[in-house]
């Protein structure tokens, strides 16, 4: 690995001039080095460790989030592209970012990350006073000395780094972080707890300064040109549309919400009157709602249930059983489960119900309809239309079917209930009437 340093903008463009297309990029404002001396590139995961039922369900969002933009579930390289998602996006991955760009590179030699968590004061649609968590993120020029590490594309290959350019795998039709920062990623796999060394071509070292000249001639002047804002970046605007979930806390002043998944936000959000779209969602049960909703059977089942894919051709001894127990059966989580959408909307799916005709069962999510913080609609829509054959639900297409043309968002259905089964198994199960609670044992 070579070590260079650059006193000024020239000698730091003469140090690049020879690192062409066959080179990535990475920027830091620290030279973190392992026990060998050399330099320890690793990822976020490695760092922060893995949180797996809110990764599931991180997971679960972005891959819809993927599919609804065009790319495909069976697609090859679509957990690449969910993971690129999650790093761009301020959550953990396996992987290290880089880049194409030298200068969006220097750009992060230059600048300094702080986050915090902030609250903001304000109006829900009705004009009550709420507080909004928020992860406040900054970016300030950083004062001392930045690194820029060069990586050859082909040794990192060789190295067993996957790499994947998120630019060339994930197209959309609006501004994205990962189009801006010409983003890549290697991949930390198989035991491999940093980027070898051997692919790392050289080590430039140079004033912070001197970096942020580099990145600011090339246009990068600001955060928002390196991480555009929700406005222009639909895939962010997406995920901060997400609803805001009440904090359990002993007499608050006034309710306290956090967003359903927390990212570091670099632009300010605050807004005094909340539209009718901003959901504040408290955690309930819809089989406590109504009177009529106590007269079917329900299943309380965690919320991971919904986010788990453990396929869906296998048998469902004990949900058949119940499900020819109970010309209704349905199965809810205390949270809502969110399918993104372009445009705004604040319908959400709570579960699944099953309505039973003989041997016939149709399986339907479970929806629900919220203006601010307020339930104003519960219901199950159209589902599509199984035979219960062998403890298995084989597909009988109806002209009752369900005519949304979107037959992967039926089979998130198909997938809970696998899980579920699978988690029958060796849950707890308590009773109550005509409510069973399904919970996972410690």
Known sequence: MLSLRAEDILQLRQHLAPFGPEFLFRGQTNAYAASDGLPNLNSSFIRKGCLPPLMLKWIFYTNELLRRGGIHAEQLKTGHLTQGLLQHYGWRSFFVDLTASPAVAAWFASHSFSSKRSWQ??????????????????????????????????????????????????????????????????????????????????????????FKELSEAAGFKATDSVFPSPDDDKILGNMLRLPR????MPNPPVPFYLRSLEIPEYQDSYVHHLPLSTV?????????????????FWLHVPEET??????????????????RAHEVTNIETSGLICLPAWENRATFEKGISIRRRQNMVEVCGI?????????????????????????????RQSPNDCPCGDPARHKLHLRGLAV???MLIDAKIQRSGNVIDVSIRP
């Open 245 to 248: 979930i009440k904090i359990d």
């Open 420 to 422: 579920l089964e699978d």
């Open 121 to 210: 004061f304000c109006e829900n649609s009705f004009e009550e006073p709420v507080m909004l968590g928020e992860q406040t993120a900054h970016y300030t020029d950083h004062g001392g000395a930045g690194h820029l590490y060069v990586l050859n594309k082909e040794q990192l290959k060789e190295s067993g780094h996957e790499l994947v350019s998120l630019v060339d795998d994930l197209t959309t039709d609006c501004v994205t972080r990962f189009q801006v920062q010409q983003a890549w990623l290697a991949g930390l796999f198989l035991k491999q707890e940093r980027i070898d060394p051997l692919a790392i071509t050289a080590e430039i070292t140079a004033s912070a300064s001197v």
């Open 367 to 395: 929806a629900v309809d919220y203006q601010s913080d307020r339930l104003i609609g519960a219901g199950a829509d159209k589902g599509y239309h199984y035979e219960m054959v062998d403890d298995r639900l084989v597909r």
């Open 306 to 323: 919904f986010y788990g894919d453990i396929g869906t051709d296998g048998a469902l001894p004990k949900l058949c059983e119940l499900f």
């Open 280 to 296: 504040l969602y408290s955690k309930m049960w819809l089989s406590e709602a109504t009177a009529e909703a106590k007269k079917e």
